[in-house]
T-cell receptor, first 110, second 115 residues
């Protein structure tokens, strides 16, 4: 099976930087992805890491360390519209089952 | 417009009355999946399908059935709904392989209440 841990809540001010950590346990790792979900909306894809290192997409970056079973999502230059829940997800290599963390609620204050 | 559609968006039903939630995608994706979302538990995968006539159990399949007779459709069936199946349900799709397989496209969600 797979399990993922991420913090439940983070609060920060506009313009700040927030890092959301995700640790995982899986029998066959096949990649870590991140999704954003606004209240009342559907999850939307943000980024994906299959190999160690940093992937940058605009203000958002995602990092993976397979040896540590750890990754993070970095949100820079926070804006009010970044207030949302963020989920990490891992795919199992053997059967393509996808497991999500419980989510981190990010609240951006003025 | 590329999209995943679900119907109905909202449903209130009673225990034991069979129901089907439909899901359709227009992106020719091989991989389709159903999730339920409950407060504090994130998204939990119910069933997924790698292609037509190929389905597999996710983490919480009990009480649900699926079928994949056509590539674009992946209905979720609750044969005898119970109150513990009250939840927000999402359908999602993606290509089956390669980097793009990680980008799941989600439908708008179906909020189900079983009384």
């Amino acid at each position: 099976g797979q399990s993922l841990e991420q913090p439940s809540e983070v609060t920060a001010v506009e313009g700040a930087i927030v890092q959301i950590n995700c640790t995982y346990q899986t029998s066959g790792f096949y990649g870590l992805s991140w999704y954003q979900q606004h209240d009342g909306g559907a999850p939307t894809f943000l980024s994906y890491n299959a190999l160690d290192g940093l992937e940058e997409t605009g203000r958002f970056s995602s990092f993976l360390s397979r040896s540590d079973s750890y990754g993070y999502l970095l949100l820079q230059e926070l804006q009010m519209k970044d207030s949302a829940s963020y989920f990490c997800a891992v795919r199992d290599r053997a059967d393509y089952k996808l497991s999500f963390g419980a989510g981190t609620t990010v609240t951006v204050r003025a | 417009e590329a999209q995943v559609t679900q119907n109905p968006r909202y449903l209130i039903t009673v225990t034991g009355k069979k129901l089907t939630v439909t899901c359709s995608q227009n992106m020719n994706h091989e991989y389709m999946s159903w999730y339920r979302q409950d407060p504090g538990l994130g998204l939990r995968q119910i069933y997924y399908s790698m292609n037509v006539e190929v389905t597999d159990k996710g983490d919480v399949p009990e009480g649900y059935k699926v079928s994949r007779k056509e590539k674009r459709n992946f209905p979720l069936i609750l044969e005898s709904p119970s109150p513990n199946q009250t939840s927000l349900y999402f359908c999602a799709s993606s290509p089956a392989g390669g980097r793009s397989s990680y980008e799941q496209y989600f439908g708008p969600g179906t909020r189900l209440t079983v009384t």
